[in-house]
């Protein structure tokens, strides 16, 4: 340990008091990103050492990370410099929640499973069924800005956050929003800090609009020999009158992965409509109401599956949907564990441009030792995940894919990311795709928010 | 204001599109609040690039710059408090693209919007928010504003249906932000704009979401004898999970003023009505309604009916919409306030308005959207009498510190404007203000864009004036474009 690391760490143990700094280097090890260690950890208990902490970071130019569970780290590039690493796992309280106003406030370090179960004892949820779900906190889930397949029934997170309080750069304890469900007092800028990976302050609470839990649910899969076919029936649905809680499309690979081992030791739940799928691309939409309102749910989409040429059609019920759900939501880690060198790549682009983006994405991976699964929400955001066959030659060809199929998806007028690849590509390739004209204006809500750049240094958009 | 820079305008846009004539600009001295304030020259725009040399000319000229959709908001947001230039969009009101398949469109600012519903209607779609002044206020003002309406409670406000923006910086640049396909990689710029109440940017196009229209639709009417029990009945329905289209509640004062001009069949004898609206697939809406109807006479409802057809839903709606209409009729002046609380609240905050009203000598009406916790509670007084207008800002005050008491906000669609800068500090703490302020500056660092709004100034109510007896000289047709939403 440096012995500028030392002071870093004895200051930060002031604030925190001494059994929640983390100095030790095996410990420290779990706090990298992209292989670069913080020379502490610390571990505050309220909002106030937060502020300290970060007041104290700003007078000594420290770079600081904030932490949930680091389950997604490796998001975004590298950090160019890394000296204090906050984690907020302490700060796990739901500080009030009224059922009866649907409305939630809570510390970002709790995790989801936990604030599921609270809000379950109330039959609500939120709709975050997010990747890494059983390690996940608010926080991070939040920052990270990772989306859920239930998003195509309740929005992302800007549509349920009401508020937060956060740190800002110079140490100052700050809020936007509120606690009710209709604001328009002062600027919205909490919704600047998801997706924002911790690069404009770090969020000391959270204020939530909650929702009655879509019980008891169902889904629906179609299998179908070919894209356009599968593609077709999405469309159908999305001009129907139906409003599905998930809409997903999968592909052939996608399916086998689903089918596979390591996807059931990650969501242990079967799925048997899964299995007959292998090799085909896949509907699956999850459903739910009354008996009646079920029923019309699966007559319109067996008929419209039907139209639409479903080589098979299956109907599931209540104790299958986490398995359903589980497996959509996990898919980034399903991918990963089972293909540590796989490149997924996010592809956001217009509902008419689904096919000509996977049709692109596909022929540029076709000649290389890349397999691919894809997965598309009902968003019209496409997960695509690049599996190297074997190591060396292929991850240079995923590096060359990656870029090309930014540059496919850019000149569809869509927004190309990469959500997880191993660090050597980052090296040659900026995982937030091209740059576009509004960098500029990002830029300036960096510095007002953090002017003495100490949040994340390097891994945010265009460098932040 | 400096003739060079009023004959560089003429020469930009021609001498139609430029006013400075002192009657001209009292048109555009107020907007639906009771704040006045006169700009030096009102320019007409008709394309983006107009708008770019209108800022620069306003950053040569030093000279303050306001945009304008109809005017119709209610806290000064589109007045020109330090004067200037008020950018008019009216003449910037095409439907640019309309994207079926994709459920979008890209319209400029100046388009109404019940315009842009309209044109997508034969396609099944509709724009979401539906202010109750829509049928003249402009999406532009939509977005600056972050507009809600009433059925904002299922769908969501203007800033989870817009996706991008073409926009002039206050410093002449012409960005976009955002576009047509979801999660623009970086910050959510448009999260930021949307709502910013034209302080950061005059926006020049608009993406929009189109939503589908749903396959059926039930509107009820619950007649109540007694406010609580109205409430109370509101309470249960958020509690129970069930979320409505709409949410609305009238209260007696309010139905009877409306009931007088539209004949909407509202009774005249009861205490409050609560008009709730579900949607979707018609099994669903079946249910939704029979359990709403339910928890209203469970709660007490002497009467709960049923909307039959389109015609009788029209009509509560007309009712509904055109309430701040009837309200002018009786008085010369009224002032709408715009808090929000938790919906477990309502029917203490009701009585703590009741209570206010009543200490301060007002009669006070309500008619709000009821389902999210949106108050608008009806002050009337008479301008002409000073004093009287003091009372009604400082009553207005004192109702929003409740709400804030009861964990609300100062205003849920309305706007903070130049209305109610002063209350920013009983929600925002210095430093949350600051960061705003750093933001704001970021953008706007001259200040020349819409200056005096949001951001307390400093100075007190007694700097708003109130234009007398305007409402006794309106149309029917303006009644209903200054309504709020």
Same mark, same amino acid.
Not at chain 1, 9 to 30: F, K, M, T, W, Y
Not at chain 1, 152 to 163: D, I, M, S
């Given at each position: 340990?440096?012995?500028?690391?030392?002071?870093?760490?004895?200051?930060?143990?002031?604030?925190?008091?001494?059994?929640?700094?983390?100095?030790?280097?095996?410990?420290?090890?779990?706090?990298?990103?992209?292989?670069?260690?913080?020379?502490?950890?610390?571990?505050?208990?309220?909002?106030?050492?937060?502020?300290?902490?970060?007041?104290?970071?700003?007078?000594?130019?420290?770079?600081?990370?904030?932490?949930?569970?680091?389950?997604?780290?490796?998001?975004?590039?590298?950090?160019?410099?890394?000296?204090?690493?906050?984690?907020?796992?302490?700060?796990?309280?739901?500080?009030?929640?009224?059922?009866?106003?649907?409305?939630?406030?809570?510390?970002?370090?709790?995790?989801?499973?936990?604030?599921?179960?609270?809000?379950?004892?109330?039959?609500?949820?939120?709709?975050?069924?997010?990747?890494?779900?059983?390690?996940?906190?608010?926080?991070?889930?939040?920052?990270?800005?990772?989306?859920?397949?239930?998003?195509?029934?309740?929005?992302?997170?800007?549509?349920?956050?009401?508020?937060?309080?956060?740190?800002?750069?110079?140490?100052?304890?700050?809020?936007?929003?509120?606690?009710?469900?209709?604001?328009?007092?002062?600027?919205?800028?909490?919704?600047?800090?998801?997706?924002?990976?911790?690069?404009?302050?770090?969020?000391?609470?959270?204020?939530?609009?909650?929702?009655?839990?879509?019980?008891?649910?169902?889904?629906?899969?179609?299998?179908?020999?070919?894209?356009?076919?599968?593609?077709?029936?999405?469309?159908?649905?999305?001009?129907?009158?139906?409003?599905? /809680? #998930?809409?997903?499309? =999968?592909?052939?690979?996608? +399916?086998? !992965?689903?089918?596979? *081992?390591?996807? @059931?030791?990650?969501?242990?739940?079967?799925?048997?409509?899964?299995?007959?799928?292998?090799?085909?691309?896949?509907?699956?939409?999850?459903?739910?109401?009354?008996?009646?309102?079920?029923?019309?749910?699966?007559?319109?989409?067996?008929?419209?599956?039907?139209?639409?040429?479903?080589?098979?059609?299956?109907?599931?019920?209540?104790?299958?949907?986490?398995?359903?759900?589980?497996?959509?939501?996990?898919?980034?880690?399903?991918?990963?564990?089972?293909?540590?060198?796989?490149?997924?790549?996010?592809?956001?682009?217009?509902?008419?441009?689904?096919?000509?983006?996977?049709?692109?994405?596909?022929?540029?991976?076709?000649?290389?030792?890349?397999?691919?699964?894809? /997965? #598309?929400?009902?968003? =019209?955001?496409?997960?695509? +995940?690049? !599996?190297?066959?074997? *190591?060396?030659? @292929?991850?240079?060809?995923?590096?060359?894919?990656?870029?090309?199929?930014?540059?496919?998806?850019?000149?569809?007028?869509?927004?190309?990311?990469?959500?997880?690849?191993?660090?050597?590509?980052?090296?040659?390739?900026?995982?937030?795709?091209?740059?576009?004209?509004?960098?500029?204006?990002?830029?300036?809500?960096?510095?007002?928010?953090?002017?003495?750049?100490?949040?994340?240094?390097?891994?945010?958009?265009?460098?932040? | 204001?400096?003739?060079?820079?009023?004959?560089?305008?003429?020469?930009?846009?021609?001498?139609?599109?430029?006013?400075?004539?002192?009657?001209?600009?009292?048109?555009?001295?107020?907007?639906?609040?009771?704040?006045?304030?006169?700009?030096?020259?009102?320019?007409?725009?008709?394309?983006?690039?107009?708008?770019?040399?209108?800022?620069?000319?306003?950053?040569?000229?030093?000279?303050?710059?306001?945009?304008?959709?109809?005017?119709?908001?209610?806290?000064?947001?589109?007045?020109?408090?330090?004067?200037?230039?008020?950018?008019?969009?009216?003449?910037?009101?095409?439907?640019?693209?309309?994207?079926?398949?994709?459920?979008?469109?890209?319209?400029?600012?100046?388009?109404?919007?019940?315009?842009?519903?309209?044109?997508?209607?034969?396609?099944?779609?509709?724009?979401?928010?539906?202010?109750?002044?829509?049928?003249?206020?402009?999406?532009?003002?939509?977005?600056?504003?972050?507009?809600?309406?009433?059925?904002?409670?299922?769908?969501?406000?203007?800033?989870?249906?817009?996706?991008?923006?073409?926009?002039?910086?206050?410093?002449?640049?012409?960005?976009?932000?955002?576009?047509?396909?979801?999660?623009?990689?970086?910050?959510?710029?448009?999260?930021?704009?949307?709502?910013?109440?034209?302080?950061?940017?005059?926006?020049?196009?608009?993406?929009?979401?189109?939503?589908?229209?749903?396959?059926?639709?039930?509107?009820?009417?619950?007649?109540?004898?007694?406010?609580?029990?109205?409430?109370?009945?509101?309470?249960?329905?958020?509690?129970?999970?069930?979320?409505?289209?709409?949410?609305?509640?009238?209260?007696?004062?309010?139905?009877?003023?409306?009931?007088?001009?539209?004949?909407?069949?509202?009774?005249?004898?009861?205490?409050?009505?609560?008009?709730?609206?579900?949607?979707?697939?018609?099994?669903?809406?079946?249910?939704?309604?029979?359990?709403?109807?339910?928890?209203?006479?469970?709660?007490?409802?002497?009467?709960?009916?049923?909307?039959?057809?389109?015609?009788?839903?029209?009509?509560?709606?007309?009712?509904?919409?055109?309430?701040?209409?009837?309200?002018?009729?009786?008085?010369?002046?009224?002032?709408?306030?715009?808090?929000?609380?938790?919906?477990?609240?309502?029917?203490?905050?009701?009585?703590?308005?009741?209570?206010?009203?009543?200490?301060?000598?007002?009669?006070?009406?309500?008619?709000?959207?009821?389902?999210?916790?949106?108050?608008?509670?009806?002050?009337?007084?008479?301008?002409?009498?000073?004093?009287?207008?003091?009372?009604?800002?400082?009553?207005?005050?004192?109702?929003?510190?409740?709400?804030?008491?009861?964990?609300?906000?100062?205003?849920?669609?309305?706007?903070?404007?130049?209305?109610?800068?002063?209350?920013?500090?009983?929600?925002?703490?210095?430093?949350?203000?600051?960061?705003?302020?750093?933001?704001?500056?970021?953008?706007?660092?001259?200040?020349?864009?819409?200056?005096?709004?949001?951001?307390?100034?400093?100075?007190?109510?007694?700097?708003?004036?109130?234009?007398?007896?305007?409402?006794?000289?309106?149309?029917?047709?303006?009644?209903?474009?200054?309504?709020?939403?």
């Amino acid at each position: 340990m440096s012995s500028a690391a030392r002071i870093a760490a004895s200051r930060a143990g002031e604030i925190v008091g001494p059994a929640n700094v983390i100095d030790g280097a095996d410990e420290l090890a779990g706090y990298e990103v992209d292989g670069l260690g913080p020379g502490a950890a610390v571990r505050p208990g309220t909002a106030e050492e937060v502020s300290e902490l970060v007041k104290y970071a700003a007078a000594e130019k420290l770079a600081v990370i904030p932490v949930g569970a680091r389950t997604k780290l490796d998001m975004g590039m590298p950090p160019a410099r890394y000296d204090l690493a906050i984690d907020m796992t302490r700060m796990d309280r739901v500080i009030s929640y009224d059922p009866g106003d649907l409305t939630l406030s809570v510390e970002p370090g709790i995790p989801l499973t936990k604030l599921a179960a609270t809000l379950a004892e109330h039959k609500q949820f939120l709709p975050l069924a997010v990747p890494f779900f059983e390690h996940a906190t608010v926080g991070g889930t939040l920052a990270s800005g990772v989306d859920s397949p239930l998003r195509h029934a309740y929005g992302t997170a800007r549509e349920f956050v009401l508020g937060l309080e956060f740190v800002s750069g110079d140490g100052a304890l700050t809020k936007s929003g509120g606690r009710v469900v209709k604001n328009v007092s002062g600027y919205d800028l909490h919704k600047l800090m998801l997706g924002g990976i911790g690069s404009l302050g770090v969020v000391t609470r959270v204020n939530f609009k909650t929702f009655p839990r879509p019980t008891p649910a169902r889904g629906f899969f179609a299998a179908f020999e070919t894209m356009e076919k599968a593609l077709e029936l999405r469309q159908r649905i999305m001009s129907s009158k139906l409003s599905p /809680l #998930t809409l997903d499309l =999968g592909s052939p690979g996608t +399916a086998e !992965l689903f089918s596979s *081992a390591t996807a @059931a030791k990650i969501v242990p739940e079967a799925v048997t409509a899964d299995l007959p799928a292998r090799g085909k691309w896949t509907i699956s939409a999850g459903f739910w109401g009354s008996t009646d309102v079920s029923a019309r749910y699966e007559r319109d989409l067996r008929q419209m599956a039907a139209d639409c040429g479903a080589a098979r059609v299956d109907v599931i019920g209540e104790d299958e949907i986490p398995g359903q759900l589980g497996r959509k939501r996990e898919f980034v880690a399903i991918v990963s564990a089972l293909s540590p060198g796989a490149v997924v790549m996010k592809l956001s682009v217009r509902a008419s441009q689904l096919r000509g983006a996977q049709t692109e994405a596909r022929n540029i991976v076709a000649g290389a030792p890349i397999d691919y699964a894809t /997965l #598309t929400n009902g968003a =019209g955001v496409i997960y695509f +995940a690049m !599996l190297p066959r074997r *190591a060396g030659d @292929a991850a240079q060809a995923c590096r060359q894919a990656a870029g090309q199929i930014m540059k496919a998806i850019t000149a569809l007028g869509g927004y190309a990311t990469i959500v997880r690849c191993p660090l050597e590509l980052k090296r040659e390739i900026s995982v937030w795709g091209v740059p576009r004209e509004d960098f500029p204006l990002m830029q300036r809500v960096k510095r007002a928010f953090d002017p003495c750049n100490i949040f994340a240094p390097g891994r945010f958009v265009g460098g932040f | 204001m400096d003739h060079h820079l009023l004959h560089e305008l003429e020469h930009l846009l021609g001498h139609d599109g430029v006013l400075s004539r002192p009657e001209d600009l009292l048109l555009y001295e107020y907007d639906g609040s009771v704040e006045i304030a006169r700009p030096q020259c009102v320019v007409f725009p008709a394309k983006t690039a107009d708008v770019v040399r209108i800022v620069e000319l306003s950053n040569r000229y030093k000279t303050p710059i306001v945009g304008r959709g109809a005017g119709t908001g209610l806290s000064g947001g589109a007045l020109a408090r330090e004067g200037g230039i008020v950018v008019s969009f009216a003449r910037m009101n095409r439907i640019l693209e309309i994207d079926i398949e994709n459920h979008r469109a890209v319209v400029q600012p100046g388009v109404v919007n019940a315009d842009l519903s309209l044109a997508v209607a034969h396609a099944g779609l509709h724009f979401a928010p539906d202010p109750s002044s829509q049928r003249a206020c402009t999406i532009g003002g939509n977005v600056s504003e972050n507009a809600g309406g009433p059925h904002t409670l299922a769908y969501g406000v203007t800033t989870n249906h817009v996706l991008g923006l073409e926009m002039v910086m206050p410093t002449g640049e012409l960005v976009r932000i955002g576009g047509k396909a979801a999660d623009a990689p970086g910050y959510d710029l448009c999260g930021l704009f949307v709502g910013s109440e034209g302080t950061l940017a005059l926006v020049t196009e608009v993406t929009v979401r189109l939503t589908r229209l749903p396959e059926a639709v039930k509107t009820l009417l619950a007649v109540y004898d007694r406010v609580d029990d109205a409430t109370e009945t509101v309470v249960e329905i958020t509690a129970r999970g069930i979320t409505p289209a709409a949410c609305e509640m009238l209260d007696g004062w309010t139905l009877r003023a409306v009931e007088a001009w539209v004949h909407a069949g509202f009774p005249l004898d009861s205490a409050a009505v609560l008009l709730i609206e579900v949607d979707g697939l018609r099994e669903a809406a079946e249910e939704h309604a029979a359990q709403i109807a339910e928890v209203c006479r469970l709660h007490g409802a002497r009467e709960v009916r049923v909307a039959c057809d389109e015609k009788e839903r029209d009509l509560l709606w007309k009712g509904r919409k055109n309430a701040f209409g009837a309200v002018g009729r009786l008085s010369p002046t009224y002032y709408v306030q715009d808090g929000v609380i938790p919906r477990t609240k309502l029917p203490e905050t009701l009585r703590e308005i009741d209570r206010i009203g009543k200490e301060n000598g007002f009669e006070i009406g309500n008619i709000f959207h009821a389902g999210d916790g949106n108050l608008h509670p009806i002050i009337l007084f008479d301008a002409r009498d000073s004093k009287q207008f003091q009372r009604a800002v400082s009553t207005a005050e004192e109702i929003i510190r409740f709400c804030i008491k009861m964990g609300g906000a100062i205003t849920g669609e309305h706007g903070v404007g130049m209305e109610k800068d002063r209350l920013m500090p009983f929600l925002f703490s210095e430093a949350d203000i600051a960061l705003m302020k750093r933001v704001r500056d970021e953008f706007n660092p001259a200040g020349l864009l819409n200056p005096g709004k949001i951001f307390p100034t400093g100075k007190g109510c007694g700097e708003v004036r109130v234009r007398s007896q305007r409402n006794g000289a309106e149309t029917d047709s303006t009644h209903e474009e200054s309504s709020p939403a």
